[in-house]
C-alpha cells in the first residue's frame, strides 16, 4: 500500500514539472498598493491577468532589447516614447500636398524595419495581423482587415493623408481614402506584385 502511494506521489511530482510551474512574487508595499488601486479602479481585472499583459508587451515590444533608460531597439529600429502633440506640430509644418508622399516613405521605412525585426514580407497578406498587432502595441492605433478594406481605429495622429501614404509604402498598395474621420477606412485599390525568386 505504502509503495502504491509512493508511486502516485512521483508521478504527481513529475507531472508538474512538465506543466505550469508555480510562482511566488514579493512586492514591495507601494508597488503591492499601486496594483491594488489598478484592480479597484477597474483598470486591471487581477494581478494574474495584469502580470500576464506585462509578458505580452514585454516579448511584443522586444523591451529586453532595451539598452539603457530611454535607448530601446526592436530590431533595427531606434524606438522613442513622443508625445502625439510635438508629432502633430511637425506634421502642420509641412505642406498638405506632400502628406501622402511623406506618409510613402514613412511606411517604406517602416516596412524595411518591421521586415528585418519580424521576418515577415509586409506586402504578403496572411502577414498582416502580425504587422498589425506589432503597430498596435508600438501605439499606431487599432488595425483591421475586412475584405477589400483596411480599417484604423484610434490612430495616434489624425492625418489621413498622411496615413494613406504610410499603408500604402508598407504593404506596396494602392489605396482609396473612403473617410477622413476615425475609424479610418481604406479601400484596397491595387496590391503590387511580390518580385519572384
Known amino acids: ?10 508521478d504527481m511530482v513529475s507531472k508538474d ?11 514591495e508595499k507601494d508597488e503591492r498598493d499601486f496594483v491594488d488601486q489598478m484592480i ?3 483598470k486591471e481585472p487581477g494581478i494574474k491577468p495584469l502580470i500576464s499583459k506585462m509578458l505580452d508587451v514585454y516579448r511584443s515590444m522586444m523591451i529586453y532589447d532595451w539598452r539603457f533608460p530611454g535607448e530601446y531597439y526592436c530590431g533595427i529600429s531606434r524606438i522613442a516614447f513622443v508625445n502625439v502633440e510635438l508629432l502633430n506640430i ?41 504587422i498589425f498587432k506589432r503597430l498596435r502595441v508600438q501605439g499606431f492605433g487599432d488595425f483591421y482587415l475586412k475584405d477589400k ?19 500604402e509604402g508598407l504593404f506596396d498598395i494602392e489605396l482609396d481614402m473612403k473617410t477622413t474621420a476615425p475609424p479610418l477606412v481604406f479601400e484596397i485599390k491595387t496590391q503590387k506584385p511580390l518580385p519572384t525568386q
Open 90 to 130: 511637425l506634421i502642420q509644418h509641412i505642406p498638405k500636398e506632400k502628406w501622402r508622399e511623406i506618409g510613402k516613405e514613412m511606411g517604406a521605412a517602416l516596412k524595411v524595419s518591421m521586415e528585418t525585426t519580424l521576418g515577415l514580407q509586409a506586402a504578403q497578406r496572411e502577414n498582416w495581423e502580425n
Open 40 to 42: 479597484r479602479e477597474g
Open 17 to 27: 514539472e512538465e506543466g505550469t510551474k508555480r510562482t511566488t512574487i514579493i512586492l
Open 1 to 10: 500500500m505504502q509503495e502504491e502511494k509512493k508511486k502516485r506521489l512521483e
Open 149 to 167: 478594406y483596411l480599417l484604423l481605429k484610434t490612430p495616434f495622429i489624425g492625418y489621413p493623408e498622411l496615413w494613406e501614404g504610410l499603408l
